[in-house]
């Protein structure tokens, strides 16, 4: 008796295919995974770039402060820089036009408690609207981290629940007839926890970024409010 194919068949059966299983499952559990994957190709994608455009707002937000307290011109400066969308830049744009509109009058006529108090309000608003700009994309993040296991989950137990009813048609229980329906339901799970692990990881890390960026450009208002208000002083 030649027992290689036989062999083969084991070995053969032993084996994982992800693109089989996927095949195999039910319609409604095929489209959890399809949706499951489009989610977790959209995940990588927003962590990719978002990863390099953090890292390009840091390196010029860097670049910007150092020559901003350098410069001689402020205004040439941060009409350069704002065109380029630098955060730093528009924080100092939106101060240096406040600053104009409370000082058009005239130092006779300037509220100097008042021109402080919307200064710094401006740039504490132009701060956080640069923050909440950058942080826009991460909200999908949140969403396929927290969703992407119970949908899941769903597709597991809708899985499981085919299984079952495979078993009352058949009237058979044996692995035979549950396994496979099993581990396609499974393997939905495993899916989705592929597409959540990045993506919490990812939001935690980006969100981490954010806050300190926004600190810094923070320190940054703080710095220029004080270096208006001692001008302010002089006038």
Excluded: C
């Excluded at 062999?7 to 399809?34: E, H, N, R, W």
């Excluded at 549950?178 to 969100?207: D, H, K, Q």
């Amino acid at each position: 008796m030649n027992l290689l194919p036989l062999m083969t068949a084991a070995g053969s059966s032993t084996k994982l295919d992800p693109l089989q299983l996927f095949l195999d499952a039910d319609i409604v559990v095929q489209a959890v995974m399809a949706g499951l994957i489009l989610a977790s190709i959209w995940v990588w994608m927003i962590i990719i770039s978002f990863s390099l455009r953090l890292a390009g707002v840091k390196k010029r937000n860097t670049q910007f402060e150092g020559e901003f307290w350098k410069a001689d011109d402020f205004d040439a400066l941060v009409k350069q820089s704002t065109k380029k969308n630098i955060p730093s830049a528009n924080v100092a744009a939106a101060g240096m036009s406040e600053w104009r509109r409370s000082t058009k009058a005239g130092p006779a006529k300037m509220d100097r408690d008042g021109t402080r108090q919307r200064l710094a309000a401006i740039m504490e608003t132009q701060v956080a609207q640069e923050a909440d700009n950058l942080s826009d994309r991460l909200n999908f993040l949140a969403t396929v981290g927290s969703v992407a296991p119970f949908v899941g989950l769903f597709g597991t137990v809708w899985g499981i629940m085919n299984s079952f009813f495979q078993i009352g048609v058949q009237e058979n229980s044996s692995l035979a007839v549950v396994a496979p329906g099993i581990s396609e339901a499974l393997f939905a799970t495993a899916i989705g926890l592929f597409a959540a692990i990045p993506a919490v990881i990812a939001y935690n890390r980006f969100s981490h970024g954010v806050n300190s960026l926004e600190a810094r450009m923070q320190r940054f208002a703080d710095r220029f409010h004080a270096s208006l208000s001692r001008e302010l002083e002089r006038m």
